[in-house]
T-cell receptor, first 119, second 110 residues
Framework: GAVVSQHPSWVICKSGTSVKIECRSLDFQATTMFWYRQFPKQSLMLMAT?????????EQGVEKDKFLINHASLTLSTLTVTSAHPEDSSFYIC???????????????FGNGTRLTVT | LAKTTQPISMDSYEGQEVNITCSHNNIATNDYITWYQQFPSQGPRFIIQ???TKVTNEVASLFIPADRKSSTLSLPRVSLSDTAVYYCLVGGTGGFKTIFGAGTRLFVKA
């Protein structure tokens, strides 16, 4: 089946530093990827949608200069949290919808998430 | 985007059948209905997807009435390991974004 690998699974960083999270589709090409953030006991909140080769579309309230998204290839998208602060501590999850798998109605495949803790 | 409404939580016992209903009154003609399961500190996992009537796979069944304004996820004979949050999503086809509702927290007791 389709596998999405997310790395790292957890990271601790100091306030003011930047952290990069990678999301890879291992056995399919992902034309569209989504990035979510999830706080404890809450649902996933969509941050942005990225399409390979074009700029990401950010949801209202999400700072594009703080959460840099790059989707340079059909198998890799990255999310960089720049100048991280403690309030950025959260669980970040990526998902991908492949091309050629059931067409436009293909279900999403999710990574296992990245737990970011900013001290 | 079609908004979804699910019960916040449900309790069940091992071996019972669990039915979780999702309302999506403004579902669009081209929208599919997809259910995901999420365990703590993990990404959601695809369970089942359907467009109309009934869909069954090795883990669940999905019932969709003719008007498609709701859907019911049926989990047969649940076990403790089915304790999780279940999300119903509508639409999100192709490049369209996928918005998660609050989900249903299922707690299975021994």
């Amino acid at each position: 089946g389709a596998v999405v690998s997310q790395h790292p699974s957890w990271v601790i960083c100091k306030s003011g530093t930047s952290v990069k999270i990678e999301c890879r589709s291992l056995d399919f090409q992902a034309t569209t990827m989504f990035w979510y953030r999830q706080f404890p006991k809450q649902s996933l909140m969509l941050m942005a949608t990225s399409n390979e080769g074009s700029k990401a579309t950010y949801e209202q309230g999400v700072e594009k200069d703080k959460f840099l998204i790059n989707h340079a290839s059909l198998t890799l998208s990255t999310l960089t949290v720049t100048s991280a602060h403690p309030e950025d501590s959260s669980f970040y999850i990526c998902s991908a919808r492949g091309s050629g798998q059931g067409g436009d109605n293909s279900p999403l495949h999710f990574g296992n998430g990245t737990r970011l803790t900013v001290t | 985007l079609a908004k979804t409404t699910q019960p916040i939580s449900m309790d069940s016992y091992e071996g019972q059948e669990v039915n979780i209903t999702c309302s999506h009154n403004n579902i669009a003609t081209n929208d599919y209905i997809t259910w995901y399961q999420q365990f703590p500190s993990q990404g959601p996992r695809f369970i089942i997807q359907g467009y109309k009537t009934k869909v069954t796979n090795e883990v669940a069944s999905l019932f969709i009435p003719a008007d498609r304004k709701s859907s019911t996820l049926s989990l047969p004979r649940v076990s403790l390991s089915d304790t999780a949050v279940y999300y119903c999503l509508v639409g999100g086809t192709g490049g369209f974004k996928t918005i998660f509702g609050a989900g249903t927290r299922l707690f299975v007791k021994a």
